[in-house]
């Protein structure tokens, strides 16, 4: 059992709490699940629950003690953070290790574990070249080779593909069948999670504001819409778009990319393993195209590829300006841009304002406090707020929203967006899909990867679709669902989205 009594949490460096006198009983067997918008306090709840942060006020009890906690098992969004052995055995067999059990046993223990959540024949590979979908499975593994009473699962589908969350969902299912005295407590922000749960928890600026059957707070549509649990596109207001006027004229030596053509791509990683090939499309300021495929099909480096970032093996990535000639790769940057899946890889200064003020700065026309301010605003974050901020102590969702404000504040030509929706709340989302349309109408040209079936049918004008052996086919919007093969690599696509036309 967990008891949360009036519990009362402040990070070191700021003056308001995250949590506020928060009070909430979980009995022994239960699942529940979480939702709240970014920045309400969930991953700190679940920082207290697996001990790894103590509240200055309140009482919390588990399973009994409050002074001997019982030992919880945490999955976090991103297995990358919890991966500490080279090989995978010794990844599962870390824990035990740890609490010193013997040698006998701890082989017992992991033979198994890996044999029970089927990844013995990962057994010797490295933990650092395993697929995002592989590195979920050894994670919760390692997690459940502990045989923990309590299971925290903080946004732990946010990297993967449909058949990884199935995987996820059908691991869960036997973990509970095997534990019936389990306590799970699920973080999401997906109402189609939420909606398998027999309880479901809302939190609101540290606060437990809904506690009840997910169906009886999804039939409160205004509730859910005002705690980022829904978003809705029709109500017309823009989120501070001022500071998105698209420049009229690039800086610096003035050429203007207007489209980016794949001319026969191919790209092998440097062991020789060809990841794409024979790519070819053109991308046209203005239009939006959506970037899907299975876990580990060259989505990412397909963006990386089109930023510039990376180069082909063979074939070539060309920019043109609008009368078709050439622009050489050195005029772009600033005006090709990438948001990528881990918003803190692209943070590298002490405050959220240089954050946003970094590259226009760098590209020689920096903003002015105002319009730094307009790109807060444009993300859904407060600049008073977070203007002083060290980036890295943002939570999830607030961190891939300055990430958006500060790729955006170079007023790019061509972006990529992939995964923009991953941790975003559902007002982060609807966000997201209005900033998109816009953009598009300033003629600016979006690359989105996502797996996320409502984002594609909303956003997207064509589809690339990458088949995981190298291929891929290019089609309409249309086409892609039409294709049930096709369209099984993203979420299914819920009646709202298809209410709203593009
Ligand atoms: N180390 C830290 N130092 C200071 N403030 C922090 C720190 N970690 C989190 N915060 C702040 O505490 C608040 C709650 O953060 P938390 O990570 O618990 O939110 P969350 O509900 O998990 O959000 P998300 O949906 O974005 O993951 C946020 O405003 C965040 O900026
Ligand atoms: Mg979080």
Redesign the pocket.
């Known amino acids: 059992m967990i008891k949360f009594e009036n519990v009362t949490y402040r ?4 003056d308001d709490p ?1 949590l506020s006198a928060l009070t909430l009983t979980i009995e022994e067997g239960e699942s529940i699940c979480m939702m ?10 679940a920082r207290i629950v697996a001990g790894l942060l103590t509240p200055a006020r309140g009482r919390v009890v588990i399973n009994g003690s409050a002074e001997h906690p019982q030992p919880v098992g945490m999955l976090f969004q991103n297995p990358d953070n919890q991966m500490v052995a080279v090989t995978v055995e010794k990844e599962v067999a870390f824990g035990l290790e740890n609490l010193g059990i013997p040698l006998v046993e701890m082989k017992r223990l992991v033979n198994e574990t890996l044999q029970r959540f089927r990844i013995d024949h990962l057994r010797q590979r490295l933990t650092a070249e395993l697929s995002g979908g592989e590195k979920q499975r050894v994670a919760l593994a390692s997690v459940m080779v502990l045989n923990p009473p309590i299971l925290v699962l903080d ?1 732990p589908d946010s990297f993967l593909d449909e058949n990884g969350k199935a995987t996820l969902r059908e691991e869960m299912a036997r973990i509970k069948v095997a534990n019936p005295r389990l306590v799970e407590i699920r ?1 999401t ?1 997906y109402p189609v999670v939420a909606r398998m749960y027999p309880r479901l928890v809302v ?1 609101d600026r540290g606060v437990v504001v809904a506690d009840d059957q997910p169906s009886r707070i999804f039939a409160d549509h205004d509730f859910c819409i005002r705690k980022g649990l829904a978003y809705r596109l029709s109500t017309g207001e823009q989120p501070g778009f001022a500071g998105l006027e698209m420049r009229s004229k690039p800086p610096g030596k003035g050429v203007e990319v207007d489209s980016v053509s794949f001319r026969n791509v191919a790209f092998n990683h440097r062991n020789g393993n060809a990841v794409l090939e024979n790519i070819s499309f053109t991308l046209k300021a203005g239009n939006i195209l959506g970037l899907v495929g299975p876990s580990g099909s060259g989505k990412s480096t397909l963006g990386l590829l089109a930023c510039g970032l990376l180069r082909p093996s063979s074939g070539a990535v060309v920019y043109e300006d609008c009368s078709g000639r050439s622009v050489p790769p050195e005029d772009i940057p600033g005006r090709v841009s990438g948001l990528f899946q881990l918003p803190e890889r692209q943070f590298f200064l002490p405050t959220c304002a240089e954050e946003i003020a970094f590259g226009p700065r760098n590209l020689g026309c920096p903003h002015d406090p105002k319009t730094v301010a307009a790109f807060f605003a444009l993300a859904g974050l407060d600049a008073e707020k977070f203007s002083g ?1 060290d980036p890295f ?6 961190k891939r929203r300055l990430a958006f404000a500060a790729v955006l504040s170079m007023q790019p030509r061509l972006v990529v967006f992939d995964e923009p929706t991953c ?1 975003l ?1 559902q007002e982060g989302v609807g966000r997201f899909i209005r900033l998109g349309r816009a953009l598009a109408n300033m003629r600016v040209g979006l690359i989105i990867i996502s797996h996320d079936g409502g984002i594609i049918h909303t956003l997207a004008d064509r589809v690339l679709y990458l088949d995981g052996d190298g291929s891929s086919i290019q089609m309409s919007c249309r086409e892609f669902f039409a294709d049930a093969r096709c369209a099984a690599v993203v979420s299914p696509v819920s009646p709202e989205d298809t209410t709203e036309q593009k």
């Open positions: 990070y070191r460096d700021r995250v709240g918008a970014n920045g309400s306090g969930k991953s700190t709840f946004e973080i922000q939190l901020r102590t943002l939570s999830g969702g607030e941790g709340d």
